[in-house]
């Protein structure tokens, strides 16, 4: 029983999960043919289709699905309830109130989120309907992606992606070889060669591939790109062949087929068990801090909604204490309502009371923020300056949720190769043996014009040295991966490396190898072509030399350098080895080994990539030692990576050292410019990068990230190895803290040069001891939280040898701290996607390294230099316009709903509606919404040349500074203070005849005229003039459409007043607004009320702000001050230190210094930083900003000018 048991729980774990998900690996029958009879049991398992799935919705799950993540958030279900109280009990408004409000926020944001969902269903049929080619008996038939089976043989042709993954069988070249390109899975656009099965190399057409009968048995899918491990057995005769499977035999999807004719694979992992589809990290939803901050509002406003119902329920049950105020004459309790519990009646009404309060939380708030980061977003793609002509593109945006985010940017994680450079290698020089070879500079031994500025150590070889410089030229001609691909013509022309042969240019999977070998070219050795299994050259003397192709020592990341064993056409065997320094000297027996390593110093320094390369004569018996070793360890199954590794390690010994190469990956342009600004914004910047420690130095110096008086902070595996990690950690600590421990932190954060700068170096290796738990010594501390205390206190961290993984780390360490700053990511390569997806904001770049970065990231920008005004000027206005828009909602709301808690002390809580009912449903859907839209769309405080030409700028709405504690409290109370002028200002004028009358004779009686909802109306009337022009007395940028829209929704107002009180309307049961709002607007009185009710409301706000700016000016108030005193004339300015407070007495000496630097200074010369170019409506002149910043500080004035003792010098205004 207990066996059938079993039987039973494998037949349904195979049926619902796949049989796969019970076994470590998975048998494939190459087109579905069955193994012979008595080979082995044909077990058929079930695999999932080709298709990809990116959607979040279908059509039948949309509606279910969207209405459960809508109504997740607070603010959704807290209006559902509401609405459904209004429906179940007797409540004074009606629940059209609240329904119709969220009714349209669900609509609005369940269209925005189906159409996103749309396009990604619209970006899936594209892959998934998509034509591919499959063998079926003996013929090529083309058919859908999305139909391919494991076990499908499939044809692909040049420059076709691969539809899923496939193992090699065949392909169009003689030797089973194919290239391929990886760019959408790593980053890395260079061809990488591939290998088919040994057996099957020879079946070249269809019909000989339907013809193959063989299974493969593999790991399961797993998303490691570079690790696949399985072997094959052909069926050919009685005894099946078996060969291994490693990943130079696995085609992976979204790779690109390039320079082969065809080739045939049988697809092994299919759809989303391929391991592209592995390697999609499902992004989580990431939030930004100002919707963290609307939330922790939203709850506080719920607290005092709540607590108004409360107060009101209580305050009514002691006022019906009383017999007569219980039930009035006209208003006298039913006597299912007199048995009622009274618990059950004090519910009821707090219930009520909270339908009637709920317009304090601001539903509308929602869709309103949700419409301004979609329509936002259109401003980073329609940017023209964010345009590259050169690559055609321009910004994307991914995700327009975190727009805001842009502004608060505290730690920025940069990539090095391709981000900050341009990935785009040029070769420099060479040298052997201590001779500098330089392209165009020496060529046959001879100085050539141009070489002036070269850094010689022998710039006359001898024979001796010439042919040493030959043997180097050919080594770097043979040692590598190069493919020559040849076309025909050229812009219609034949060209040609040799006369009379056609046009070529080399492909690699790496670009240094590509640069390298142009590099000899230049130099005289010219790589033609490797056929047949011999690699041709080209030599200075235009003679063809050819070299057979023996063994190939692929490159690796732990060995990191690769070799060759070729055989001369004299017989002669060589293995050319070449690689980085760090892992060719201490393999080096002979050579000028201290000349090498000093150029190769040298160059390092200077921020260029090196490689060092050696030989190794061998002979015929360590050729066939040699063999042997290689031959065993690619048979074994187990550890072959291990035994591989091992025998490479035996053979790439005791090398001559021949010299080493250097190599420029140039500086993307103004990348130093833009690592600048973000600093003087605030901003520590890291780079994040996989090269050795002293290129990745160099470009740090180059990219401005290190300045020269910079202090370097080495944490690397070189001084650990020196000192233990505990005391290399804390001796860094007490430097830094030694230093800034007594300085506040966001002036050591600073650039001002007053101050010591430091710089962090560390490398892979001892990151992943920083991070690991040190359990051994409990007292050693936490290593972890060392590190980042001396990282806070460093301007710019380099991390270099960094693994993708690592990268993520670094970023979410940061991200976790205690600060919780706000982080982002930018990179070009899928090794970044790891780090963008963790970061708070992930910015890819549109290199040359593939698109997985940019597909993965919240935004894509052409070039680094794109992400200065991304963030200083986008965030900047992204984050100042909806911050406006939160606390403005608030503060609306709280002026709408506070009257009605007043008035209900003056109706005997009896939970009497102060507004009328379309008053409250359209107060946040048309009265007041569209201006706060368009504000927030479109307000610039400041000037867009001023924010990109100023960064600190950027400091003044950090943190989330705009979103305080203190300056919601300030909202709110302006709020309150707001709707207590507009309910008792009106209150006390109506209870005085003479201002209520209307010119007529009054008696008694014609106070009689200003009932209930005359009273409700002019409060409402009141209350959105005053929220609308507060709203225009906080834009600074006006355009036409601000106006419109502005004094637009106010005609709007009044027009639905006249029209909703003025016509009588069929389909309304009763229509107790009619003629009121005209009645009201016939009176004398009630015009010069509503006048002194909004006046004296803004007046406050008004004060409030003329004494702040005058006393307490911030950075952009001052700048918007003299933008205003200059007509917006102010254009180009650097102020880094102009708009700093004034210098104390120590800091006088410093700026008298300045100022006899520049005593006298010349039009000619660079101006100083404190300088700003003023550009006036006629002429043009220099002058310091300082003093029309700072007249309310007390400086010093003449009639001609102002003196500042920091300003340097100063021509008169």
Same mark, same amino acid.
């Given at each position: ?79 559902? /309830? ?16 609240? #329904? ?52 499908? &043989? ?74 696949? $491990? ?34 045939? !694979? ?52 002691? @006022? ?62 329609? %940017? ?27 730690? &920025? ?19 052997? %043996? ?84 142009? !590099? *000899? ?11 047949? #299994? ?56 002979? #050579? ?199 990282? $806070? ?49 992930? /910015? ?25 005004? *991304? ?175 502005? @004094? #637009? ?100 000496? $410093? ?63």
């Amino acid at each position: 029983m207990g066996m059938d048991f079993s039987t039973l729980r494998s037949l349904i774990s195979r049926f619902c999960a796949g049989e796969e998900n019970c076994v470590d690996t998975r048998t494939v029958y190459i087109g579905h043919k069955e193994p012979p009879p008595g080979a082995e049991a044909f077990i058929q398992q079930r695999f999932p289709d080709n298709r990809i799935v990116s959607s979040k919705y279908t059509f039948w799950n949309f509606v279910p699905k969207n209405m459960f993540e809508q109504f997740r958030r607070v603010a959704n279900f807290y209006f559902l /309830i509401i609405f459904l109280v209004q429906l179940i009990i007797d409540t004074p408004t009606s629940p059209i109130t609240s #329904g119709l409000p969220l009714f349209f926020v669900i609509i609005v944001t369940a269209i925005k989120q189906g159409y996103e969902d749309w396009l990604r269903h619209k970006a899936d049929n594209a892959v998934n309907l998509c034509p591919v080619h499959v063998v079926q008996h003996g013929r090529v038939v083309r058919t859908q992606s999305r139909k391919l089976r494991v076990g499908d &043989v499939v044809h692909v042709k040049q420059d076709e992606t691969f539809p899923c993954d496939l193992i090699l069988l065949s392909s169009s070249r003689d030797d089973g070889t194919c290239y391929v390109t990886t760019a959408s899975l790593d980053g890395e656009s260079s061809h990488k060669t591939y290998h088919a099965v040994q057996d099957t190399k020879a079946y070249k057409t269809e019909k000989e591939v339907a013809c193959i009968h063989a299974t493969i048995d593999c790991e399961q899918p797993q998303p490691d790109l570079y690790k696949f $491990r399985g072997n094959i057995n052909i069926y050919m005769g009685n005894e099946p062949v078996s060969r291994s499977l490693a990943s130079q035999n696995l085609l992976l999807r979204g790779a690109t087929l390039k320079n082969t004719e065809y080739i045939f !694979g049988v697809a092994i992992y299919t759809g989303m068990e391929s391991k592209m589809a592995l390697n999609y990290q499902s992004k989580s939803q990431k939030r930004s801090a100002v919707e963290k901050s609307m939330n922790a509002y939203l709850v506080v406003y719920l607290c005092i909604l709540i607590s108004k119902a409360v107060i009101n329920t209580v305050l009514k049950y002691v @006022w019906q204490a009383d017999p007569n105020k219980d039930e009035p004459w006209y208003n006298e309790k039913t006597e299912t309502e007199r048995q009622r519990h009274i618990l059950i009646r004090a519910f009821t009404d707090f219930l009520a009371f909270m339908v009637l309060f709920n317009y304090i939380i601001p539903v509308s708030m929602y869709v309103t923020v949700e419409m301004q980061k979609f329509l936002g977003s259109y401003f980073i793609m329609w %940017d023209d300056e964010m345009l590259d002509e050169e690559l055609g593109e321009r910004a994307v945006v991914n995700t327009s949720d975190l727009n805001e985010e842009l502004g608060q940017v505290e730690y &920025v994680f940069t990539d090095k190769t391709g981000t900050l450079t341009e990935n785009n290698m040029e070769f420099i020089e060479c040298c052997v %043996d201590g001779t500098v070879y330089e392209p165009d500079a020496i060529c046959n031994g001879q100085v050539m014009p141009g070489a002036a500025d070269i850094d010689m150590i022998d710039t006359s070889p001898g024979p001796q040295a010439r042919e040493r410089a030959e043997l180097f030229f050919r080594a770097l001609c043979l040692c590598h991966t190069v493919q020559v691909k040849e076309e025909e013509t050229v812009d219609g022309i034949k060209h040609g490396i040799h006369q009379g042969k056609s046009s070529s240019f080399y492909i690699s999977s790496s670009p240094d190898e590509v640069a390298l070998v142009e !590099g *000899m070219k230049r130099l005289g050795f010219t790589y033609l072509r490797l056929k047949d #299994g011999q690699m041709e050259i080209l030599n200075r003397d235009d003679e063809v030399e050819r070299f057979e192709l023996l063994e190939v020592l692929t490159f690796d990341s732990v060995r990191r350098r690769m070799s060759v064993i070729v055989r001369s056409s004299t017989g002669e065997l060589y293995l050319f080895c070449k690689g980085a320094d760090s892992s060719i000297f201490p393999r080096v027996i002979s #050579g000028k080994v201290e000349q090498v390593k000093a150029r190769v110093e040298h160059n390092a320094v200077e921020g260029l990539r090196t490689l060092c390369v050696a030989y190794r004569p061998l002979s015929p018996e360590q050729y066939e030692q040699v063999c042997h070793l290689l031959t065993r360890a690619k048979l074994e199954f187990q550890d072959q990576d291990k035994l591989v590794a091992e025998a490479y390690d035996l053979i790439e010994r005791d090398l001559i050292l021949l010299g080493a190469t250097a190599v420029e990956d140039r500086l993307q342009e103004k990348a130093a410019d833009t690592i600048e600004s973000l600093h003087k914004a605030g901003m520590k910047v890291w780079v994040l990068t996989g090269d050795k420690m002293e290129t990745a130095a160099a470009t740090c110096y180059a990219s401005k990230l290190f300045r020269r008086s910079t202090q370097i902070l080495e944490l690397t595996t070189k001084r650990t190895e020196e000192q233990s990690l505990h005391d290399v950690l804390f001796e860094l600590k007490r430097t830094v803290l030694r230093h800034y421990g007594t300085m506040p932190r966001d002036i050591s954060s600073g650039l001002s040069s007053e101050y010591a700068d430091y710089g962090l170096i560390i490398d892979g290796a001892t990151l992943s001891a920083v991070m690991r738990p040190n359990q051994e010594d409990s007292n050693s501390g936490n290593y972890k939280e060392i590190f980042l205390e001396i990282c $806070r206190n460093c301007s710019a961290v380099l991390c270099c040898r960094m693994a993708p993984l690592q990268k993520a780390q670094i970023v979410k360490m940061i991200k976790t701290s205690k600060e919780h700053p706000i982080t982002l990511a930018i990179g070009d390569g899928a090794n970044d996607v790891s780090m963008i997806l963790e970061a708070h904001v992930g /910015i890819g770049i549109m290199g040359k390294e593939g698109r997985q970065a940019v597909r993965n990231s919240d935004y894509a920008i052409p070039k680094f230099k794109h992400l200065k005004k *991304m963030l200083l000027v986008h965030g900047h206005y992204y984050y100042i316009r909806i911050s406006e828009l939160v606390q403005y909602f608030f503060y609306k709301n709280v002026c709408f709903i506070f009257p009605q808690f007043l008035y209900q002390f003056f109706c005997g809580f009896s939970q009497q509606p102060l507004y009328d009912t379309a008053y409250l449903t359209l107060y946040n859907i048309s009265f007041t919404s569209l201006p706060i839209l368009l504000y927030s769309l479109m307000e610039q405080h400041i000037n867009m040349d001023i924010l990109k030409k100023d960064p600190s700028l950027y400091r003044d709405i950090a943190k989330n500074s705009l979103l305080t504690w203190p300056i919601f409290i300030y909202w709110t109370v302006l709020g309150v203070y707001d709707a207590i002028v507009m309910f008792f200002g009106a209150y006390f004028l109506f209870d005085n005849t003479t201002f209520t009358s209307n010119g007529q004779l009054m008696t008694t009686n014609t106070q009689m005229m200003f009932g209930n909802w005359t009273f409700g109306t002019l409060v409402f009337t009141v209350l959105v003039f005053t929220v609308t022009f507060k709203l225009a007395l906080d834009t600074h940028y006006w355009t036409w459409i601000n106006h419109f829209v502005i @004094w #637009g929704s106010l005609v709007f107002f009044v027009v639905f007043s006249l029209l909703w009180g003025g016509i009588i309307w069929p389909f309304l049961n009763y229509q107790r607004m009619y003629y009121v709002f005209m009645q009201m607007l016939s009176s004398g009185p009630a015009w010069l009320s509503i006048i002194l009710l909004i006046t004296a409301s803004l007046l406050p706000d008004v004060v409030k702000k003329v004494f702040w700016r005058a006393l307490w000016p911030t950075t952009t108030e001052r700048i918007q001050n003299a933008d205003k005193l200059y007509k917006g004339q102010l254009s180009e300015f650097t102020p880094l230190e102009a708009l700093q407070p004034p210098p104390k007495a120590g800091g006088q000496r $410093r700026g008298s210094a300045n100022q006899r630097n520049a005593a006298n200074p010349r039009r000619s010369d660079t101006p100083n930083k404190k300088v700003m170019l003023t550009r006036w409506q006629r002429t043009t002149d220099y002058c310091t900003f300082t003093p029309f910043l700072r007249l309310s500080e007390g400086s010093r004035r003449s009639k001609l000018g102002n003196a500042y003792s920091r300003a340097g010098p100063e021509t008169s205004v």
